[in-house]
Nanobody
Framework: VQLQASGGGLVQSGGSLRLSCTTS????????LGWFRQAPGKGREGVAW????????DYADSVKGRFTISRDTGQNMIYLQMNSLKIEDTAVYYC?????????????????WGKGTQVTVSS
């Protein structure tokens, strides 16, 4: 199981970015998938997640209505569309996969992690 996040960069407040996560070694519809972020000096927090069995999605309150998680099972890709970005969204973003059920907002529920991609939002 391998994952690799990409697509980060520098964007102005109010702007948009789309993160991509390239995966290999597992079928996306058999794993729960998540995006997490970690800002300097803070712990890793869940941003968005998608349930493998039925594609149900959920989001952290801080990003609800601004971020959208999606998957392309044919291309083995996971995406995070981020709109209306705020300075507080600045962090390293990670994609992750899990075979566990429940508690998908918690990093400890995930067994597989990709290297992160930096997102910096400026004023």
């Amino acid at each position: 199981v391998q994952l690799q996040a990409s697509g980060g960069g520098l964007v102005q407040s109010g702007g948009s970015l789309r993160l991509s996560c390239t995966t290999s070694g597992f079928p996306l519809n058999s794993y729960n998938l998540g995006w997490f972020r970690q800002a300097p000096g803070k712990g890793r927090e869940g941003v968005a997640w998608i349930r493998g069995s039925d594609g149900h999605t959920d989001y952290a309150d801080s990003v609800k209505g601004r971020f959208t998680i999606s998957r392309d099972t044919g291309q083995n890709m996971i995406y995070l569309q981020m709109n209306s970005l705020k300075i507080e969204d600045t962090a390293v973003y990670y994609c992750a996969a899990s075979r566990r059920w429940g508690g998908l907002s918690f990093p400890k529920r995930y067994d597989y992690w990709g290297k992160g991609t930096q997102v910096t939002v400026s004023s």
